[in-house]
């Protein structure tokens, strides 16, 4: 399976033509749309938000990740081994939180260029190929990436900002569930707000976090919008009290 | 074919996620997106526009529903067998309109269950498995509904209000045009508007209903926006007269 | 491949109907959702984004191109072979600069006809099943146009306007940047841009244009939003200047 993990939009003409690529190069391997709508433009949030969703898909699969405002200029162009599972796109800190978390991981550097390389969409004519080869069982077209170039050893294992805010105003931060005290509470725009396990177990219209489906704290508000009730976007900060 | 009808939105995680699930369980097996944007967080407007919408497709048709806004609470995990055709999702009254209309239909309780069922993802961990399971051919893990609690006897036939609005601004009702007298005028937001057999026979500009191309009573406006213009959204009331 | 090309969204009922006619009548043939927001109702603009991104795709491959503001009257049905590949839609000039720029093509008019064409969905009922009938091999149902009654004689080579702003803002022109001087600059909405490579060859927030990654030229801000910051929409009028 091929996962895609891009700022693209799906209604545009970018994951459209990544997947035409896919299609060709790689006959009869399932591409799933993961996430469309990642941070844009923002590989530290994106980073977060990846190794969170990555780990529930099966060995094997190929995530092919494009968060790339660096797009025509020095970042290296990578794929990443973490798990038995494939990471590729631009070394940008995109796969930082992916390799820090994995049992075992290796960065290596794509050598493979294809004939005609636009300054602008690496997703369709550099990054999809090379998750095509990867998935349909070619020799991965890399050289061990020596310079850890595509690292990001400051950015903290957890993250204590909104990451992510889902299509019903659910917030998503950078923070794992099981890293946090078992009573925690957390404070975003000046709101405090309690621990529950899921929205039925709240009145209606009361915000609360809990360990949303793929671990990660998650500010809500049942039947209501957390993000327009409490003020959350992506980039608020995110405090954790006891 | 699986047919997904859900309130989760393309953009985010849970569509890819329960596709992903989807193609590893039945492999080969077509994935169509209904809709995405099924009235959020309310299965009783939802119920009209599935009955609308799920008869056209072919019998053997697997329905993925979920518009759940009780997910983790006590209500039923069901699928239904209604004109040779599958529904699974919750028991909230989402199959109500598709069970009252079927030649013959049944309700089952889901008799599965996954090794980890989150508390908020039911879509993923336990409707999208039991889906793959009867779209490649497996005996139906089910027992027979026995108390209705899937049932929601108290809701119309047809619905007068507003079910959803659609891209172009163009507003359904939960009302079939079949039902309607030939000559009738629809009022809603305080517009009268009248009969027309399509757009084009309209001048721009112009309000009027239509039977659209699901057999639904639809408000829409020649080259412009009938949400936008008449003041349209989901629940809306709409009268009828003649 | 058949690739979609439409104003009908991702996330309402159209798209998905087409795709389960397509899956069913030319079953394993792979659907690529090329632009599913192509400029809603209107069929020049979508012309000029359509022969941009159409030549990118392998021939052989069929696009199914709705965007038909008049459906139900009397516009023709047609599908277009232009270059190997195979168009599919209104004949409302939608194709008429795929056309123009073709090396060799032809215009014919649809012969087939449903069993039940409704008024308001002829991407369901009438084009979706052409397309499916020619991606899979069939004998395509049609005569030859003879009246040119798809053709727009009097639409430009090359439009200075506007005619899609993509998800991260980016305002596409009607102009291949091949056909402007080398340094041409670009004014719109009273704000003159100059020519870069990418956007990593300007300052964040600096306004320019490039030739995007399909040959258009393209304005947008580094770090920014072209339609925001610089009041671009659809339609928006374009100037030359050396």
């Known amino acids: 399976m091929i996962a895609l993990f ?3 939009g799906l209604n545009g003409p970018y994951t459209g ?7 060709q190069m790689a006959p009869g391997v399932p591409v799933v749309d993961l996430f469309a709508d990642a ?34 200029s020095a970042r290296p162009a990578v794929f990443v081994e973490a798990d038995r599972r494939w990471y590729v ?9 992916v390799r820090r978390r994995a049992g075992s991981a290796s960065s290596f550097e794509i050598s493979w260029r294809p004939e005609r390389l636009s300054a602008s969409f690496h997703g369709r004519d550099l990054f999809a190929p090379v998750a095509a080869m990867i998935a349909r069982g070619d020799e991965p077209p890399g050289r061990p990436l020596g310079d ?15 990451v992510y805010v889902d299509h019903f105003g659910n917030a998503m931060t950078g923070l794992r569930a099981s890293m946090l005290p078992p009573g925690a509470r957390l404070s975003a725009s000046g709101r405090m707000v309690e ?10 219209g009361e915000a ?11 500010i809500a508000v049942n039947s209501g919008r957390a993000d327009g009730d409490l003020g959350l976007s992506v980039g608020t900060s995110v405090a954790i009290a006891s």
């Open 39 to 72: 941070p844009a433009g923002d590989p530290k949030r994106s980073a977060y938000l990846l190794a969170a969703y990555a780990p529930w898909f099966p060995e094997g699969t190929v995530f092919l990740c494009i968060v790339d405002p660096g797009v025509g």
């Open 195 to 204: 621990r529950a396990r899921t929205f039925s177990d709240r009145a209606k």
């Open 6 to 8: 891009t700022d693209f």
């Open 89 to 97: 796109g631009p070394g940008n800190g995109l796969f930082e939180l």
């Open 208 to 218: 609360f976090w809990y360990e949303n489906s793929n671990g990660l704290a998650e």
């Open 17 to 23: 033509q990544m997947k035409a690529v896919l299609h």
């Open 148 to 162: 850890d170039a595509d690292r990001r050893p400051d950015w903290p294992d957890d993250f204590a900002e909104i």
